[in-house]
């Protein structure tokens, strides 16, 4: 007769027990299906990295920096921020794919104006006698080199000059600079800079000018703005997105020049600033479905818990007997789903692999429980609180902020049931 085995079973605080250690004896699975989701998180992060690497990585812009070397004994530069500094870009989406997995990319083309004045050697109690002024060049940092598909053009008082690979003075790390012989006599030098970048998961610029102003349009639809600054314009639409973000010097932790000799007091601030301090978008993918899965997965034990006491319920109130290897069997198809439901997101939108995963497992288990107990009442009373409890999860997972709030509600209703269908239960009877 299925689960009904018998005119004497054990007690019910022995069942109660055997239902606990069922539970720890689940724990493993769970634990090996949350270590399934990493690894194939994993495993698509190798597959960005492999077609990134190649393409461009992560593409953040600094500069330019106008680089002086001074007549010490020890080599050493004063640096001079511009004054100001106005960036378009335009960033062109694609996506490539790597095995099943979908890797977003983007071209962009970026031009760049704005101004440095005569660089005030006074403020950093020097003169031009103290300055190699013929020797003095222009950085510009750039996070991944290999991004660069054509020749940046590069334009001083309308003069062109000629950038390459490199900076000698280490303030950038990768990038690039071009020499250029300060004149004292010039009182501004106006700047104009055109590249052409490839890169991946973010696009960002450094707003280093006393005034920063930076303009990005993208067709990518999901954007996810960066950096400390939101932008104080913008427009998503399903076509793309267009930003933009304005920053003053009174904004950033960096002064207008300093010498490579105070790199503890200001060189660290830039190696901070302009590596993690930036104007910018995350080129995401719209839906992050490993997140999601090991987000689900995480209430793996209390769905199972909850199974489990309706059964229980069941077998309590409906005078039946339920064998430990049965609850076993509805443990392992419950532990099963999640296996199901991260192999289905891995081809599908997650709200069908959801609903595919769901449907599947609330069938399998309803069946079994009815032609078990041969009651069609009582299985379809397991499959709705089946259904109900994935429902309920999945609204957890689509209301992030609202978790905490919506769990505890839940609870404390759950409780309130079972204390109310179970008060008149001799727990004592065996």
């Known amino acids: 007769m299925g689960l009904k085995f018998g005119d004497k079973g054990s007690s019910l605080s022995l069942k109660l027990l055997i239902i606990g250690f069922l539970l720890l004896v689940f724990l493993p699975a769970i634990g090996f299906v949350y270590f399934l989701v990493e690894d194939r998180s994993s495993r698509e992060q190798s597959a960005i990295y492999e077609v990134s690497s190649k393409w461009g990585e992560r593409q953040v812009v ?48 970026i031009k760049a104006s704005g101004s440095f004045a005569r660089p005030n050697f006074s403020a950093l109690g020097l003169t031009t006698d103290n300055a190699d002024l013929a020797n003095s060049f222009f950085i510009l940092g750039i996070s991944d080199i290999k991004g660069l598909k054509s020749r ?4 001083v008082n309308g003069a ?25 006599q010039v009182a501004k030098y106006d700047f ?21 102003v930076f303009e990005l349009k993208s067709d990518w639809v999901s954007p996810s703005f960066s950096g ?22 009174l904004n950033r932790s960096l002064p207008q020049q300093w010498l490579s000799t105070d790199a503890v007091e200001f060189g660290s601030k830039y190696n901070q600033y302009g590596d993690g301090t930036m104007l910018g978008v995350e080129f995401l993918k719209a839906a ?9 997965v ?66 399998l288990i309803t069946a079994f429980v009815r032609a078990s107990l041969q009651n069609t009442r009582h299985g379809l009373i397991l499959g709705g609180v089946l259904a109900g409890l994935y429902g309920f999860v999945y ?33 004592y009877r065996s």
Do not use: C
């Open 288 to 296: 992050d479905n490993y997140a999601k899965v090991e987000r689900a």
């Open 298 to 363: 995480k209430y793996a034990i209390v769905v199972i818990l909850l199974v489990f006491l309706t059964i229980f319920l069941l077998e309590v109130l409906a005078s039946y007997r339920v064998h430990p290897f049965q609850y076993i069997l509805v443990g392992l198809a419950l532990v099963i789903f999640y296996a199901l439901l991260l192999s289905l997101s891995e081809y599908w939108r997650f709200g069908w692999a959801y609903l595919t995963a769901v449907v599947a497992t609330v069938g």
């Open 160 to 184: 062109n000059f000629e950038l390459s690979a490199g900076d000698k003075s280490g303030l950038v790390g990768a990038g690039l600079s071009s020499k250029f012989a300060l004149d004292p």
């Open 395 to 427: 609204v957890l997972l689509q209301s992030e902020d609202y978790t905490l709030l919506m769990g505890s509600v839940a609870v404390f209703i759950l409780l309130a049931v079972v204390m109310y269908v179970t008060r008149k239960i001799d727990w």
């Open 228 to 249: 400390d600054f939101l932008p104080v314009e913008r427009e998503l639409t399903d076509k793309g997105f267009e930003a933009k973000w304005q920053v003053l010097e």
């Open 62 to 109: 600094k500069g330019p920096i106008l680089a002086v070397p001074l007549k010490t004994k020890e080599l050493s530069y004063a640096y001079f921020l511009p004054e100001s500094l106005s960036v378009e870009a335009n960033a062109d989406s694609e996506t490539r794919s790597r095995g099943i997995f979908d890797v977003p990319l983007y071209n962009a083309q």
């Open 152 to 155: 940046p053009s590069f334009v």
């Open 192 to 212: 104009s800079l055109d590249l052409v970048l490839n890169g991946s998961s973010e696009l960002g610029v450094s707003p280093l000018a006393k005034e920063t």
